[in-house]
C-alpha cells in the first residue's frame, strides 16, 4: 500500500529557533501533498497544500512566512516552521495523494510529527 | 464552504455490540466522504469511502459506513466491536472535483471507548 513517512518523529528545539519536517511518500508520486495540525484533543486542521514546483496554498490565518513550505520533488515536502514559539507546539500531520489518480482516491497520511517549543 | 459535524465527543461500547459512530455533512454538489481512524500519536489510517455508487460501503476492520443523502449523513458502523477498535475517528469531506479542493475537512472526531 501507499505509505507516507515524516522525519522526525518528534522533535524539542528552543523559542526563536527554526524546524523543518519532512513528508516523504515512499512508494508512490505525488504532485499534492497537504500539512494540517492538530492540537491535543481536536481534530486536524489544513494548513496549506503544497504543490510540486510551485508554491503552497495557505489557508486564511496561516502566516506563510512562518510556516515555509517546499515541494521541491513529487515525493517530498518540507515544512519549516521559523522562529518557533510555545505556541507552535502542535502535532503535524501531512498527507499526500497519488499524482494521476483521480480526486476520488483517499489521502495517505504522515505518522506525525510533535514539535515541542521550550 | 464544506464542514463535518461529529456531535459525539465519545461514544461507549461493550465490546461485542454493534456500535455507531455519528457524522453529518454540509457541502455543495456531491460529496466524497471519507472514514478515518486514529491511534495515540499516530497519523490517521484510512477506513472507508463513499465516492458514489451503492450507499452502504464496507471498509477495513470490518467497518462499514451508510450514506444518506437526504439526511446529509455517513455514519460509521460495525456490528460487533471489539477492545481493539478503541481509538479516535474522524468524519471527511472533500468537496466536489469540478471545485478543484482537494484538501479534506475533518470532523471534531469521536472516541471510541469499548470495554472488554
Known amino acids: 500500500g501507499a505509505v507516507v513517512s515524516q522525519h522526525p518523529s518528534w522533535v524539542i528545539c528552543k523559542s526563536g529557533t527554526s524546524v523543518k519536517i519532512e513528508c516523504r511518500s515512499l512508494?508512490?508520486?505525488?504532485?499534492?501533498m497537504f500539512w494540517y495540525r492538530q492540537f491535543p484533543k481536536q481534530s486536524l486542521m489544513l494548513m496549506a497544500t503544497s504543490n510540486e514546483g510551485s508554491k503552497a496554498t495557505y489557508e486564511q490565518g496561516v502566516e506563510k512566512d512562518k510556516f515555509l513550505i517546499n515541494h521541491a520533488s513529487l515525493t517530498l515536502s518540507t515544512l519549516t516552521v521559523t522562529s518557533a514559539h510555545p505556541e507552535d507546539s502542535s502535532f503535524y500531520i501531512c498527507?499526500?495523494?497519488?499524482?494521476?489518480?483521480?480526486?476520488?482516491?483517499?489521502?495517505?497520511f504522515g505518522p506525525g510529527t510533535r514539535l515541542t517549543v521550550l | 464552504a464544506q464542514s463535518v459535524a461529529q456531535p459525539e465527543d465519545q461514544v461507549n461500547v461493550a465490546e461485542g455490540n454493534p456500535l455507531t459512530v455519528k457524522c453529518t455533512y454540509s457541502?455543495?454538489?456531491?460529496?466524497?466522504l471519507f472514514w478515518y481512524v486514529q491511534y495515540p500519536n499516530r497519523g490517521l489510517q484510512f477506513l472507508l469511502k463513499y465516492i458514489t455508487g451503492d450507499n452502504l460501503v464496507k471498509g477495513s476492520y470490518g467497518f462499514e459506513a451508510e450514506f444518506n443523502k437526504s439526511q446529509t449523513s455517513f455514519h460509521l458502523k460495525k456490528p460487533s466491536a471489539l477492545v481493539s477498535d478503541s481509538a479516535l475517528y474522524f468524519c471527511a469531506v472533500r468537496a466536489p472535483m469540478d471545485t478543484g479542493r482537494r484538501a479534506l475537512t475533518f470532523g471534531s472526531g469521536t472516541r471510541l471507548q469499548v470495554q472488554p
Open positions: 512508494d508512490f508520486q505525488a504532485t499534492t
Open positions: 498527507s499526500a495523494s497519488p499524482s494521476g489518480t483521480s480526486g476520488s482516491k483517499e489521502q495517505f
Open positions: 457541502v455543495s454538489g456531491n460529496p466524497y
